[in-house]
């Protein structure tokens, strides 16, 4: 009721009705906005976004940020080793990453001071430093419900899940959550989706028959009911996803082109970033993958050199190559990034902490240009350069730019408030093609 | 339309509540800048008057949007010039409009000032033209700029009220427009026509649209409001238009046995709307235990009291519940919800966040069970102090771990006060902790007038900044004098700033269960001094009521206590009314439940009033409020809709169709597959119920059915954090998510115990006796004929008995029904 402020006018009652309505894919309202004025941009540079989440927040100091002139209590023990960006030499330790690197945008002295995790991955997942007024919707909910996906499949995907919440948009453009990850071999059941032994597709109708008989006396006495309506349609919806052959398959791996599952890594990072790939090729708009265990504060190089890094150079690496012989990078929008670089200072456990001040971000794909560095730190990497003013608002609203979505498109919030997507964010002209 | 409306009528005239039969009287004329203003008007008379900043010249930017969100509103300005948005920062708006060098005003040559040549488009404006050359609204400028151009706020005194003529309207098909007027009373006794200077908007254009002229017209059936702005206040008129011919006189006779009867069914008869039947007994035996204790009722209670024959067994139902412990469970977990429980995040600064949630948890649920009156509760939340006067810090220390020790510990929840609310992370600053106090005990959104004039409540910037005050000496952590006592035991502890988290928190939390002096953290009140400039440039002031001194408390909190209690309070009794009706009927008298504003007025302002004066005059007794709406008529209607009220969704003709919430949906799923002999449990046995479970760290540590149909995480000053509303992933859980499968299948599973018994032939008889069972179970009620004969077939079809069994339990779960309140 309390809509009718600024020009967009939405009334409470229109908005609760694209609340409820909509799902992760295509409902009634959003036929009837895709029919109406807002069209689907061709600005777009992307149609897709793979965001790999490094989380915990990777040490920029030991990986794509290093300082050979930093003095000895904050120095780590890597050596640094050319990139195929002249100029741009990295970790030794990602010696794939550097012989690839000409296909990324780096981009160096992304700053904020969100310096606890929760606060963080929601900063970087909406662009909007989190505050308990607004509840913003990420990158990935906003675009299941800008950019429906029409079939069977979700639009938004994480894996195996992700921090990445819809926000006041609510949980109908929650992420599809796969809880598990495939094995390398072995076919990969999604929560949800594959069918429990003995479940056959016959049984599953013959049941489906006896519902709709028995299901029917809320509907004979109450014809106007928006919740009845809405357990309708995602009853179907959901039948639907549960018997499409089509689903299952796009989230087994197990099917996948041996030249294709050949690149990746049998590990965790390695099958996750193949299902990203195989998801975005079936359709899906946003796919987040969470790799974790990046929050060094003990043992900071020993976890890297060891774990991290070789899975993290082979697997990032892994995705853009498959994307390419998929012929998806040029549609696709890669990112992948932690939510804050870490203490330059060394701890007493050999760890370093949470640094919120700087940290990088590696895009590739979808629009960006290529062998492309963007932004810089100081000689010590304590913080950005004097000419570098990147924030996580600016990394948010690229990626609504690439993806074709007015960064500051406003929404009514479930309270009635008016929220831009983005309100503080400039899109970083300098990372597109 | 422009002179006609212009007529003012004394209030003294009355309207009657049929608009075919007020008719227009000529009274006296009041002033008007649009009549003064306008081409006819005497140019003699005009000469005379002198546009005031606050009055006349801010509540025109107002209404021709100058000052809105989208224009010189928006915090960046627009074209280098802002504006305070909705006005109401006059010193900052008038140095604005006066800068130096920009040319807005010149009071050398006024028809040069930008103000004039931009809105008329004699001069590019990105806002386009917004009023003509020599128009009134031109002319009022103009003469504002002749007159001096003067920021005269401090001259234009207090605005009193608002009235706007008529005060309700009742449209039919014959009258379906009508012209508002709006009056605006001073604290000087003057009187002006301010209608050319309000805003206007409609609460539902489906019913009622208004223009910005004021001019209303009816669009639809039903009830909506129009909400009238001019200066700082606003004010409603409720609009209505019958539904049907059965109105008044033709209203057919509807029992009101309870005052909520009467007040509903009053408004229910101008509206033309006949309400529901009275649900079945089964219907309401569902639908007051989901209600009243989170919980389906098991079969056997179903029933007993189907066949109870006693004529008062409802409200002896209701009484029965409202004693049970899966009452305090479920409302204690809504009351955490409203004071934002969240332990593990919200807590996180402390290393003590577990116990510390455990504790309020616990508090607030024995509260409830004991039914201490509400406004104690509250005092128990808002006026408490960690450590008690003249308390050391050891003692204090040492008496914390005697509640949490693992042995026999000491009731924290039997203490009067809970001090935990002021220790969350989240509300750290004193403009946090107002935000939060008025959204948990006064039901009100501050937010917008944190940053500007609140566009729908009379909330100026200022108002919030001087009630933020009042929380500036509430403080958590250790306080100055207990600093060194903690240093010292911190440092008798062995930690040092080299000790991890985690091994700080264990060696605390060891210390903590084994009841051993540990650095517990306070919550205590900050000393004066540090805050007496501030005091002096912003004054506190309780929210529309009082100044107070800070300075001279001993705790602030204490007033603003009796503020909350007083019986004048205009907030803190309808919020908690407001949000128990909202959760037994799906929808506030206020709606949203949590955001009571002067532009969001009740259903029902009847009712409203009648339940929150008598929840005060009872003492603030919950249960009192529990059983005047569950036993009212109004609570036990049917979902089963006629043709006068099937639309209706505010005026509580009908049950509405509500989801279950999450906790209720997932112990609901766990209750009907349980074994016949763990049923009874699910009324006893409190663990394990999932209406108990409080809110964690994030999504991906919540149980995964909780999170799916919308557990609330506690992070954000709203009732809608807690999701009501269907979804795509909760279809897909109820169909085929390993845990519903995994509570079909388990071991001391209903069906596990069936299964062991299905050898040889289902007897029919047998079967049907299953069939039953599995409707008791799962929607409360037994099968109809065509029902039964459908299951009975599915038997016989079905090969494997056991998977018969299966298909059944999980039809019945994903039925509406099952997953409804109804």
């Known amino acids: ?433 | 339309m422009a002179g006609s409306h212009l007529r003012v009528f004394r209030f003294a005239l009355l309207f009657t509540s049929a608009l075919s039969t007020a008719t227009i009287a000529t009274g006296d004329e009041l002033h008007s800048m649009q009549r003064s203003f306008s081409q006819t008007a005497n140019a003699d008379l005009r000469s005379t008057v002198k546009p005031n900043f606050q009055r006349h010249i801010v509540p025109l930017f107002g209404r021709l949007g100058c000052n809105g969100r989208a224009c010189h509103g928006s915090f960046q300005g627009q074209g280098g010039f802002r504006l305070s948005m909705f006005g109401f920062d006059f010193k900052e708006d008038h140095r604005s409009l006066l800068e130096a060098e920009s040319a807005r005003v010149s009071i050398e040559d006024p028809a040069s000032s930008l103000i004039l040549r931009k809105p008329t488009s004699s001069e590019d404006h990105e806002g386009g033209k917004r009023f003509a050359f020599d128009s009134w609204q031109y002319r009022v400028l103009k003469r504002w700029i002749e007159t001096g151009a003067h920021e005269d706020s401090a001259q234009a005194g207090k605005l009193l009220r608002l009235e706007v003529l008529p005060n309700e309207l009742l449209f039919t098909q014959a009258i379906s427009s009508q012209q508002l007027q709006v009056i605006a009373h001073w604290d000087d006794g003057s009187r002006e026509d301010v209608t050319c200077l309000s805003r206007f908007h409609s609460t539902d254009d489906g019913i009622v649209q208004v223009n910005d002229q004021g001019l209303v017209k009816s669009v639809g059936k039903g009830d909506a409001h129009v909400v009238v702005s001019y200066d700082a206040e606003v004010a409603t008129i409720e609009t209505l238009r019958p539904v049907s011919d059965v109105t008044l006189k033709d209203y057919p006779l509807v029992a009101t046995p309870t005052e909520i009867d009467r007040l509903v069914a009053g408004k229910l008869r101008k509206l033309g709307i006949v309400p529901a039947e009275i649900c079945n007994d089964d219907e309401f035996l569902r639908r007051a235990s989901l209600d009243i204790t989170g919980s389906l009722p098991v079969p056997d209670e179903v029933r007993e009291f189907v066949f109870d024959q006693r004529a008062d067994k409802r409200r002896l139902k209701i009484d029965e519940l409202l004693n049970r412990p899966a009452f305090s469970v479920w409302w204690g977990t809504l009351f955490c919800d409203y004071t934002g429980l969240n332990a593990p995040l919200q807590l996180g600064n402390t290393d003590f966040a577990k116990p510390v949630g455990d504790q309020w948890t616990e508090w607030i649920e024995r509260k409830l069970r004991d039914n201490v009156p509400y406004d104690k509760l509250v005092e128990g939340i808002v006026v408490a102090t960690s450590r008690k006067p003249g308390q050391s810090y050891d003692d204090f220390a040492a008496e914390q771990s005697q509640f949490t020790r693992a042995r026999n510990p000491v009731d924290f929840a039997a203490q009067d006060q809970m001090p935990h609310f002021w220790q969350r992370e989240n509300i750290k600053d004193p403009e946090q902790k107002a935000l939060a106090f008025a959204y948990s005990f006064l039901g009100v959104r501050l937010d917008c007038a944190q940053c500007h004039k609140h566009p729908f409540d009379r909330w100026t910037k200022r108002d919030f900044d001087q009630f933020a005050v009042c929380f500036e000496r509430v403080r958590k952590g250790v306080s100055p004098e207990s600093q060194f006592a903690y240093d010292e035991m911190v440092v008798e502890l062995g930690v040092t700033r080299f000790t991890t988290a985690a091994e700080r928190r264990g060696k605390y939390l060891r210390l903590a269960a084994e009841g051993k002096p540990a650095p517990w953290k306070e919550v205590f009140i900050g000393e004066p001094e540090k805050i007496k400039a501030l005091d002096e440039i912003v004054p506190a002031k309780i929210l529309g009521a009082d100044e107070m001194n800070l300075c001279e408390d001993e705790d602030p909190r204490v007033k603003l206590m009796a503020w909350l209690r007083s019986k004048h309070n205009p907030y803190f009794s309808k919020a908690i009314v407001n949000r128990v009706w909202a959760q037994y009927f799906g929808r506030g008298i206020v709606n949203p439940p949590d955001d009571q504003n002067l532009g969001n007025p009740p259903s029902n302002s009847a009712l409203l009033n009648y339940l929150s004066t008598g929840f005060i005059e009872n003492q603030f007794d919950l249960k009192w409020l529990h059983r005047q709406i569950a036993n009212s008529e109004t609570y036990q209607r049917s979902c089963r809709t006629n043709s006068t009220n099937r639309l209706d969704e505010r005026n509580f003709s009908r049950a509405l169709v509500r989801r279950l919430p999450a906790e209720v949906v997932v112990d609901a799923i766990l209750q009907s597959t349980a074994q016949s002999s763990k049923l009874p449990e699910f009324q006893t046995v409190m663990k394990n119920r999932r209406i108990g479970v409080q809110a964690t760290a994030d999504q991906r540590r919540t149980e995964f059915g909780l999170a799916v149909f919308g557990k609330p995480l506690r992070n954000t000053n709203c009732d809608c954090e807690r999701e009501m509303l269907p979804s795509l992933l909760q279809s897909v859980y109820l169909r085929n998510d390993q845990d519903l499968l995994a509570a079909l299948d388990r071991k001391d599973g209903w069906l596990s115990e069936l299964a062991s018994s299905f050898v040889g032939k289902l007897r029919t008889e047998d079967a049907g006796e299953l069939i039953h069972q599995a409707y008791l179970r799962t929607l409360s009620r037994l099968p109809d004929e065509v029902e039964l004969t459908r299951a009975m077939q599915y038997f016989e079809d079905c090969e494997n008995r056991a998977e018969a069994m299966h298909d059944l339990m999980w039809v019945l779960i994903n039925t509406q029904e099952f997953v409804t309140n109804h």
């Open chain 1, 1 to 433: 009721m309390r809509q009718r402020i600024g020009p967009r006018k939405i009334s409470r009652r229109a908005f609760v009705r694209v609340g409820y309505l909509t799902g992760l894919g295509l409902s009634l309202a959003d036929h009837l906005r895709l029919m109406g004025t807002e069209q689907l941009p061709a600005s777009a540079t992307a149609d897709s976004v793979i965001f790999v989440h490094l989380a915990g927040g990777p040490s920029h100091l030991d990986t794509l940020d290093m300082k050979p002139e930093a003095p000895a209590e904050e120095k780590g023990e890597f050596q640094r080793i050319d990139s195929r960006i002249i100029g741009v030499p990295v970790c030794e330790h990602l010696p794939k990453l550097a012989s690839m690197l000409d296909r990324f945008t780096l981009l160096r002295g992304i700053s904020h001071s969100a310096g606890a995790h929760p606060q963080a991955d929601e900063y970087l997942f909406t662009g909007n430093r989190p505050n308990p007024s607004v509840a913003f919707p990420s990158l990935g909910s906003v675009l299941a419900k800008e950019r429906p996906v029409t079939d069977e499949l979700p639009g938004f995907v994480s894996i195996p899940s992700s921090e990445m919440s819809p926000g006041f948009l609510g949980m109908a453009y929650s992420s599809y959550k796969t809880t598990a990850i495939p094995v390398a071999g072995k076919p990969f059941e999604v929560r949800g989706l594959s069918l429990a032994d003995g479940f056959t597709i016959p049984r599953i109708n013959r049941r489906e028959r006896l519902l709709r008989d028995l299901d029917t006396r809320l509907r004979k006495a109450e014809a106007n009911s928006s919740v009845l309506e809405g357990l309708d349609k995602f009853a179907e919806k959901a039948n639907a996803m549960i018997l499409s052959e089509r689903a299952r398959k796009a989230f087994d791996t197990h099917r996948e082109s041996e030249s294709i599952s050949k690149l990746f890594a049998a590990n965790d990072a390695g099958q996750s970033l193949l299902l990203a790939a195989r998801l975005v090729e079936h359709g899906v708009r946003f796919v987040t993958v969470t790799l974790g265990a990046w929050d060094t504060h003990l043992d900071n190089f020993k976890n890297l050199k060891n774990q991290l890094l070789p899975q993290f150079d082979a697997g990032i690496t892994a995705l853009v190559q498959a994307l390419h012989d998929k012929r998806l990078i040029e549609r696709t929008l890669v990112i992948a990034t932690g939510e804050f670089g870490r203490t330059p200072k060394i701890n007493s456990n050999a760890g370093r902490d949470h640094w919120p001040r700087t940290m990088w971000t590696l895009a590739a794909g979808g629009g960006v240009r290529s062998g492309n560095l963007v932004g810089a730190t100081d000689s010590k990497g304590h913080g950005p350069d004097d000419s570098t003013h990147l924030k996580p608002d600016d990394l948010a609203a690229s990626i609504y730019h690439a993806l074709g979505i007015d960064h500051r498109l406003e929404y009514i919030t479930r309270s009635g408030r008016p929220a831009i997507l983005v309100a503080e964010g400039k899109v970083i002209r300098e990372m597109f093609a």
